[in-house]
Nanobody
Framework: QVQLVESGGGSVQAGGSLSLSCAASKYTYGIYCMGWFRQAPGKEREGVAT???????RYADSVKGRATISQDNAKNTLYLQMSSLTPEDTAMYYC??????????????????WGQGTQVTVSS
């Protein structure tokens, strides 16, 4: 099992940027696919970005070009940086993980481990 703890959410003006962190309780590099997901009120949880090792990275179309997912293996920490934020980016952001099985799933239902979430609110 792996425990995940997010941090870095808050309120930001439209056009601004955010930086989220997710600290894992154990070494995840090369073992788990790591991902960022978000859920706005009344909407289904959606994928933002996933990463496995350094070369297997995917972004949702809605954040492509505005988001960067990365991980610091020495710190067992996952990061998400996003820029050019709009109110549509307002959501609870979650860090998640599933054991690597040859691919990183974009379906949140495939992820076994979740953080508690961190709220991001973008005001216009």
């Amino acid at each position: 099992q792996v425990q995940l703890v997010e941090s870095g959410g808050g309120s930001v003006q439209a056009g601004g940027s955010l930086s989220l962190s997710c600290a894992a309780s154990k070494y995840t590099y090369g073992i788990y696919c790591m991902g960022w997901f978000r859920q706005a009120p009344g909407k289904e949880r959606e994928g933002v970005a996933t990463i496995y090792r350094d070369g297997n990275i995917r972004y949702a179309d809605s954040v492509k070009g505005r988001a960067t997912i990365s991980q610091d293996n020495a710190k067992n920490t996952l990061y998400l940086q996003m820029s050019s934020l709009t109110p549509e980016d307002t959501a609870m952001y979650y860090c998640a993980a599933h054991l690597w099985r040859g691919y990183c799933s974009s379906d949140y239902r495939q992820y076994n481990y979740w953080g508690q979430g961190t709220q991001v609110t973008v005001s216009s």
